[in-house]
């Protein structure tokens, strides 16, 4: 079964930065076949795309609230995908979740998703 277990998520001051990271391990296939996504999940609150990158990393997509200030970038030698987040806001405080599929197109959608990581926690202070 493929695992996902992500990490870099802690505290932050509003305006600052975090690195989040997602190790891909127990893979049926090569890691670049994979399309990646992170999502996120603020409590009471419905489970959000974030954002996603294509198997060779040629194309990312956001979500509207993140656009601008957030970047995904992977590493398909270290099985890993990587969430940049800058300029952090109170609002963007959630767990975060790494996730991967092997369709070929990033996808919005939670349950296009197969497989999903534990979630990391991401707590911006005002």
């Known amino acids: 079964q493929v695992q996902l277990v992500e990490s870099g998520g802690g505290l932050v001051q509003a305006g600052g930065s975090l690195r989040l990271s997602c190790v891909v391990s127990?893979?049926?296939?090569?890691?670049?076949?994979?399309?990646m996504a992170w999502f996120r999940q603020a409590p009471g609150k419905e489970r959000e795309f974030v954002g996603g990158?294509?198997?060779?990393?040629?194309?990312?997509y956001y979500g509207d609230s993140v656009l601008g200030r957030f970047t995904i970038s992977r590493d398909n030698a270290k099985n890993t995908v990587y969430l940049q987040m800058n300029s952090l806001k109170p609002e963007d405080t959630a767990d975060y979740y790494c996730?991967?599929?092997?369709?070929?197109?990033?996808?919005?959608?939670?349950?296009?998703?197969?497989?999903w990581g534990q979630g990391t926690q991401v707590t911006v202070s005002s």
């Open positions: 127990e893979l049926t296939l090569s890691f670049s076949r994979y399309t």
């Open positions: 996730a991967a599929t092997l369709n070929v197109r990033v996808n919005r959608i939670r349950a296009e998703y197969a497989y």
């Open positions: 990158i294509s198997w060779g990393g040629g194309s990312a």
